[in-house]
């Protein structure tokens, strides 16, 4: 953002107070310290908003149909592949990458890693809008999204795996919203909210590994109920929870490293210098904690093959698509890790992460469309839903970089803590 | 809330009570055991030797249950022949019952399967469904409430035999469609579905679920050569109220002859007991975690005062 100038030490705002001793209002803050026009400026200088509006341009109306003529107008209405992309991507791709914010408050807060404060809230930010956005993907999924709430107040099935995914998701979110609320209060100044937030992070935290583990895994248990459609390869009765709850541990660090990398090198001016000082050394450490539970997601993956005599399999064509999933998606980065990890390439780590976290997202693909219905034919989405799915997904992406632009997330507010 | 499954009211108890205590009023204990069905549940037996493929039952269906008028008229045959993505025709929103005509290899003629609602003894929908929209009735219907259900399609996912559909025809008022077993007209006054009252052929036989299965066997045995040893629906999935015999091994008249022999909620069983040791377990073994990894922390911190204290 090069309107940032020397002559304007102000902006970006990092404190309540302007140069010449007046506070900022919170409309300035939102604005960002600048004009309106001069707003505008930079908003249409940047070739991401153009690319944006193109896809909102024909996103929304698409919503609008959605909404108003019903899921099969702009889906093929499948009766055999009841979920599509809205949550095999939407709610099975971007939770497992929203695990960041249980895994960093778990390190910082739970182990007193404090070395991986600076990427604690990014973290638990990526997080919260991770899980709101799966929520909104649900929301256009559902047939009846004005009954949301009924799971919990209405009609109440609890022994349904859903009851679990969908109560532990609304109180997880609960928990990821005051997680992230002491960045707000520094923002707006309102240290109070602050200090009684503070004193509950642990029980925060804890109650964050409680409902990560449990739902993380219930998503997997979710196809459990599937046992005689998903290609065996990718349904393990027995521990298909622990598979999806391991992925996610790397997924969720992946997506952090990710996240990171392109706040560090597109929004440089908003970043501190704890910040991006200290990034390549925690990237590092996201990385080992990425190649320890690779190689366990790997080899339980193999237990699985091997409890479920499942061999015979691996020599078939979905065998052999297995094996490359399994290639790609997992020993390679796992590599790719270990290799940056040893020999301190963060270029490399970066590159594997990416791989991760697309693999994961492909594996989730691969459970809920691919190799679902394995035994009839595969679905190719409606383009109407794949716009849609785009459509939401940047919305996610505006929404991350507008709280970033403004919250101390990447950087340490200078006026009272 | 009174009559479900028992096991799913087990089920219900264990984890109401560390999930959402406060919500679920839970009176009925009952211990964990395998549920057989109600003894006294209806059924039907389908012969696949006696249909003829007239789609009487198709018909009957249809006007009953108020569905839409189809494209093609119910004596139009050519609908044996629709294929689509390479599957032959199945339940929609329009249709809660199809009947497919099967070309068996070394069979001078043609063998007809009707599919609908098997209506599962321990029903895989009914397990997984989150707002407890459908209920198994004694009289051995599932039946389904539009009122509470929120539209996740779940239970689609969940039957091993592909019957519920969705309405994604329609944005304000979607639903599940799919046969009830004609519960509100009929079951539930003792009377036989439409369809079964439909068939010129006498290929579907109401009656109590138990008779049926003794009927069935009772045919195999008194006929021999004339069936393969089996009713399909006995055993599968834990058994349906809807069975089947054939007089060609089921595979080859589209059957699923890999679905498991038991219901469906025992492959879910594995994590739904993992649920209550995580909730109770994890909180302990953390806080233990929390302690053991900041203690050099507070040494220092001790340390610190008490070097104070001393200046």
Known sequence: ??????????????????????????????????SIGEYKKQFFRNPVNWLMMGIFALGVPLLLQRYIYGLGAVTHASNDYPWGLFLGFGLFGMVPLSASGFMLGTTVELFGRKDFHPIERLALLNGLLGYFFAVLFLEVDLGMPWRLPYPMFVSLGPAAVLFLVAWHVATYLSVQVAEVLPAFFEWIGWLKGKRVIRKMVLGLTIAGIILSTLHQGALGALFTYAPAKVHPLWLSVNFQWIHFF????????????????????????????????????????????????????LIIKIVAVAHDQEWSYLLTGWGSYYMLELGVAVVIPMFM????????????????????????????????????????????????????????????????????????????????? | ???????????????????????????????????????????VLVDLTRCIGCRSCEAACNKEQELPEPAKPFDDYSVFDEIKHGQKRRTDETAYTVVNRYDVPNLDHPLFRKIQCN??????????????????????????????????????????????????????????????????????????????????????????????????????????????????????????????????????????????KEPILNSVKDFLAIVPMVLTIWPGLFVGFHLLATRKEKIKEQEKEDKEGQV
Request: hydrophobic content about 40%.
């Open chain 2, 119 to 260: 209506h599962c003894q321990e029903p895989a929908c009914l397990t997984s469904c989150f707002v407890n929209a459908y209920t198994k009735t004694p009289e051995g219907a599932v039946i389904y409430n539009s009122k509470v259900c929120v539209g996740c399609r779940t239970c689609m996912i969940a039957c091993p035999f592909y019957i519920p559909t969705f309405k994604y025809s329609s944005a304000f008022d979607p639903r599940i469609m799919k046969c009830v077993f004609c519960y509100d007209t009929r079951l539930k006054d003792g009377k036989p579905p439409a369809c079964v009252e439909a068939c010129p052929q006498e290929a579907l036989t109401f009656g109590r679920r138990n008779d049926l299965i003794n009927m069935g066997r009772q045919r195999i045995r008194e006929t021999p050569g004339k069936y393969v040893e089996h009713i399909y629906g006995e055993k599968e999935v834990g058994g349906t109220a809807w069975m089947y015999i054939s007089s060609v091994p089921f595979d080859q008249v589209g059957f699923d002859t890999h679905v498991p």
């Open chain 1, 246 to 297: 391991c992925s996610s541990i790397f997924a969720g660090l992946s997506m952090i490293i990710i996240s990171s990398t392109l706040i560090r090198y597109f929004m440089a001016w908003r970043c501190d210098d704890e910040f991006k000082d200290s990034l390549d050394y925690i990237t590092i450490g996201l990385a080992k904690g990425c190649s320890y539970s690779m190689i366990t997601y």
């Open chain 2, 1 to 43: 809330m009174k009559k479900t499954v028992s096991r799913r009211n087990f089920l219900k108890g264990g984890l109401a009570g560390t999930a959402a205590v406060a919500v679920i009023q839970n009176k009925e204990a009952h211990a964990a055991q395998s549920f057989e069905g109600y003894p006294e549940g209806m059924g």
């Open chain 1, 337 to 417: 890790f270990a290799i940056g990890i040893r020999h301190r390439y963060v270029g490399l780590i970066r590159f594997a992460a990416l791989i991760a976290a697309l693999g994961i997202i492909w594996n989730r693909l691969n459970t809920a469309l691919i190799c679902y219905n394995w035994q009839l034919y595969q679905e190719i989405p409606h383009w109407k839903e794949v716009w849609i799915t785009i459509t939401i997904y940047s919305l996610y992406f505006l929404t991350y970089r507008f709280i970033v632009y403004r919250l101390p997330i990447v950087y340490g507010w200078k006026g009272e803590k």
């Open chain 1, 1 to 34: 953002m090069r309107i940032f100038s020397k002559e304007r030490p102000e902006i970006p705002i990092v404190h309540h107070l302007k140069a010449d001793g007046t506070e900022w209002t919170i409309k300035e803050k939102l604005w960002l310290g600048l």
